[in-house]
């Protein structure tokens, strides 16, 4: 149980573009996403955190007019990376969580999207 | 926020060894303490936990210890296989309401010879 989708696994774009990556989850409703970052040989940096149906909050120095955030549903939340430039080029990783007596705190990572900007 | 600080950065051991990874955080109001491996390219893989009201926890050839005085938690692997080889990252939840946001150490690099 307790299973997180992204989509795509990875996207090639050119620089200037937007790019909408997907996170679900499967078999349970996610009261709360993650959306993380990771540059390669570096930890993960959280971007922001979204509640169904309430904005994102954004953790300091990220944009959020450029990392735009939907969490239109309690299986469903979407990262778009508006105007994509090279530097935009990482592993983004989605987790979800959900409130329970037992996995609280607990998060279910999905399977992180590559995104590359050239 | 939340600080947490990972150590070692890099970890080689032989197979049959054991391996430590110790890490420390700043906000006494934690209370759960993830570990995870990743492999390169793949999601993090959570492979034990610990929560503030616990000591110690074992599975297997992995156990997790919690000092809440000392503010540090540490990843014990027994038997080291090359299997083990990936890189580990501790965390600390933070207090922030119903959030439960994670903070992550810089990760280990562990590599276990044959």
């Known amino acids: 149980g307790a299973v997180v989708s992204q989509h795509p696994s990875w996207v090639i774009c050119k620089s200037g573009t937007s790019v909408k990556i997907e996170c679900r989850s499967l078999?349970?409703?996610?009261?709360?996403m993650f959306w993380y970052r990771q540059f390669p040989k570096q930890s993960l940096m959280l971007m922001a955190t979204?509640?169904?149906?309430?904005?994102?909050?954004?953790e300091q120095g990220v944009e959020k007019d450029k990392f735009l955030i939907n969490h239109a549903s309690l299986t469903l939340s979407t990262l778009t990376v508006t105007s994509a430039h090279p530097e935009d080029s990482s592993f983004y990783i989605c987790s979800a969580s959900f409130s329970g007596s037992f996995y609280h705190n607990e998060q279910f990572f999905g399977p992180g999207t590559r995104l590359t900007v050239l | 926020g939340e600080n947490v600080e990972q150590h070692p950065s890099t970890l080689s051991v032989q197979e049959g060894d054991s391996a430590v990874i110790k890490c420390t955080y700043s906000?006494?109001?934690?209370?759960?303490f993830p570990w995870y491996k990743q492999e390169l390219g793949k999601r993090p893989q959570l492979i034990i936990d610990i929560r503030s009201n616990v000591g110690e926890k074992k599975d297997q050839r992995i156990a997790v210890t919690l000092n809440k005085t000392a503010k540090h938690f540490s990843l014990h692997i027994t038997e080291t296989q090359p299997e083990d080889s990936a890189v580990y990252f501790c965390?600390?939840?933070?207090?922030?309401?119903?959030?439960?946001?994670?903070?992550f150490g810089k990760g280990t690099l562990l590599t276990v010879n044959p």
């Open positions: 078999d349970f409703q996610a009261t709360t």
């Open positions: 979204s509640n169904e149906g309430s904005k994102a909050t954004y």
């Open positions: 965390a600390a939840s933070g207090s922030g309401g119903s959030n439960y946001k994670l903070t």
């Open positions: 906000d006494s109001a934690s209370n759960y």
